[in-house]
């Protein structure tokens, strides 16, 4: 505490501005963002304001608003499940990716979530290395009267040739209905891109509906239904809201008749109770977001450049570097980047020292998610092939909003302070 106090007395103001109201992350109970601001500090621990009963003037009024879903007022006619705020955050979306409409959910996966239950799909082709959490549901969920769905994983950097070639296997088990591709790029942690739109267009030929998970680039790096995906799905609890006060996911649909059962299945799972006070923050700052993309990525990259030179580096994953493998579809693709990088320490290096030059850092907060104002440092295990990932101790990082010199400032600090 005292470290980071004393540390940040000399930081600029931008940096000084994120930190202050954190310095002491125990008693803030972990939470990277003050507990109310000003006076609202007292009233903060009442949560989200959302209000459940919606009123009508005649029953034959709710009487249609229950047969519709829909409150004449905006929103559904049962407050809890979508509220005028999630209307107008959907639109938003709907129109930032040229979709035929959008839903909104209380997270991220359970945005994955309700795309899976819409469709039941009785087969998923997955990348190596997908977010685990979306893995996870594939993996324990019922999704469809049959049970569970088969999972087949193609690599992470695919061809559409080899998915097509997974795609020609699986028809002649799978009506193309009942199958779904499932794409996630660049993958989280080690950031391969595959071929989006070779896959899009063997699964179109196909007759399969195809899904991507469009967190790392967010709209404004790139919209999939521009090339070809049927439903993007993104964790607005990351960019689109930036601060991490936004617990929330978006899906977009290419099709009114897949929207339309988007719809429904929000409905049925109860996964569109998003906070109005969320949906409000989510609906303005998403206008910022490429404002704030553009400057993660700028001192993202001022971070590696740090990283670079040091001989305790072993690999720097990144698909915005020249050296990436997966540069040219990210050219092709996204064409900038965004806050993340992923640091492969030297395989020599014992574990400890990493971990103790890791704890020695004061701006970086050891944390999971990312995309917002603080930067962030976790180790990358994803479950997968071994032999697919780096052999040295491996951390993802996330260049949050501070200044690049006072994060620099804390890597020299840190690297002083437990050499590697
Ligand atoms: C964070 C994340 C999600 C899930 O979002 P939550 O809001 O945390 O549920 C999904 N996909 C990716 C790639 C993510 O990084």
């Not at 989200?48 to 009487?63: I, K, M, R």
């Not at 290419?254 to 989510?282: K, N």
Request: with cysteine.
């Amino acid at each position: 505490m005292r470290r980071r106090e004393a540390f940040l007395a000399g930081c600029r103001p931008a940096t000084r501005r994120i930190h202050a109201p954190i310095l002491d992350v125990a008693a803030a109970r972990g939470h990277l963002n003050p507990r109310g601001l000003g006076r609202a500090r007292a009233f903060s621990d009442l949560g989200s304001l959302g209000q459940s009963s919606v009123g009508f003037e005649t029953l034959a009024d709710y009487e249609a608003a229950d047969a519709a879903g829909r409150a004449p007022y905006g929103g559904a006619e049962y407050g809890v499940v979508q509220s005028p705020e999630a209307d107008a955050v959907c639109a938003k979306f709907a129109a930032l990716h040229g979709g035929a409409g959008a839903i909104v959910c209380a997270s991220g996966l359970a945005a994955i979530a309700t795309v899976l239950d819409a469709f039941a799909p009785k087969l998923v082709l997955i990348p190596e290395g997908l977010y685990f959490p979306a893995w996870r549901y594939m993996a324990e969920a019922n999704l469809s009267e049959t049970g569970r769905a088969a999972l087949v994983t193609y690599p992470a950097g695919a061809s559409g040739a080899e998915v097509g070639a997974l795609l020609d296997e699986a028809g002649r088990l799978f009506a193309p209905a009942d199958t779904m591709v499932y794409l996630e790029a660049p993958v989280s942690g080690t950031f391969e891109i595959p071929d989006i739109a070779g896959i899009a267009a063997a699964a179109a030929r196909a007759g399969i509906r195809t899904v991507m998970d469009n967190t790392w680039g967010s709209h404004v790096r790139f919209r999939p239904l521009d090339h070809g995906i049927g439903i993007a799905v993104q964790a607005t609890t990351k960019y689109e809201g930036g601060y991490g006060d936004t617990p929330s996911g978006v899906a977009v649909a290419r099709a009114e008749a897949d929207i339309a059962r988007l719809r429904r299945r929000l409905r049925i799972g109860g996964h569109g109770a998003v906070s109005p006070q969320t949906c409000a923050r989510l609906f303005h700052r998403v206008d910022g977001a490429k404002a704030r993309l553009d400057r993660h990525e700028a001192t993202a990259a001022a971070l590696m450049a740090w990283f670079e030179g040091k001989a305790f580096t072993a690999r720097i994953l990144s698909p915005t570097r020249a050296d990436s493998p997966h540069h040219a579809r990210y050219q092709q693709y996204f064409g900038a980047g965004n806050s993340l990088f992923t640091v492969a320490f030297d395989e020599g290096l014992p574990g400890e020292r990493v971990h103790a030059f890791v704890d020695a850092l004061l701006l970086f907060r050891v944390a999971e998610s990312w995309g917002g104002h603080v930067s962030l440092v976790l180790p990358v295990h994803p479950r997968r092939d071994p032999a697919t990932l780096p052999k040295g101790a491996t951390f993802r990082f996330n260049a949050g909003l501070e200044e690049a010199g006072d994060l620099i400032a804390d890597l020299e600090q840190a690297a002083r302070a437990a050499p590697l």
